[in-house]
């Protein structure tokens, strides 16, 4: 076994992502999953989870790879069409839950925290633009549910 898959071993009993699905769950396949967590100011912000519990992009073959990214950009193109962002923002950093996932993320040059990351410092006095743009976004996710079930086959 090697230094990476005992390690994996051990983190994966104590995974959020290996214990449930993370999320509301869009999608799955064989390899991964298609979630939106719960995201209160960024409905539509969506994680493409791997299945099995590895930390990094190396650790899968270069078939799995693609497969991964294939579906990363394929909801990013979803996200587009049917959420219509100024931005997407797509990050894989595995620093709190280290599991294999990405993060596709609809940003809006007035939602809370833009231009920074949805993880930094968040801009004053957008409360009330916030709400209304996240009321407008959730009467979207119908149909971004449906284009991502179309998109991903």
């Not at 509301?24 to 409905?43: G, H, K, M, S, T």
Request: with cysteine; charged share 25%.
């Amino acid at each position: 076994m090697t230094v990476d898959a005992a390690a994996n071993e051990r983190t994966a009993s104590a995974c959020a992502f290996c214990a449930g699905d993370g999320g509301e769950l869009v999608w799955r396949d064989a390899r991964l999953r298609v979630i939106l967590p719960d995201e209160a100011d960024y409905p539509g912000f969506t994680r493409v989870v791997w299945a099995a519990h590895v930390v990094e992009m190396t650790e899968l073959d270069p078939a799995d790879r693609e497969h991964l990214m294939s579906v990363v950009w394929r909801v990013e193109a979803a996200q587009r069409e049917t959420l219509a962002p100024d931005k997407v923002n797509l990050a894989s950093f595995g620093n709190v839950t280290p599991h294999l996932h990405w993060h596709v993320i609809p940003r809006w040059r007035d939602d809370r925290h833009f231009p920074e990351p949805v993880w930094g410092q968040p801009a004053f006095g957008r409360d009330a633009v916030v709400a209304a743009r996240a009321r407008t976004v959730r009467a979207l996710l119908p149909a971004y549910r449906a284009a991502l079930l179309r998109v991903l086959g």
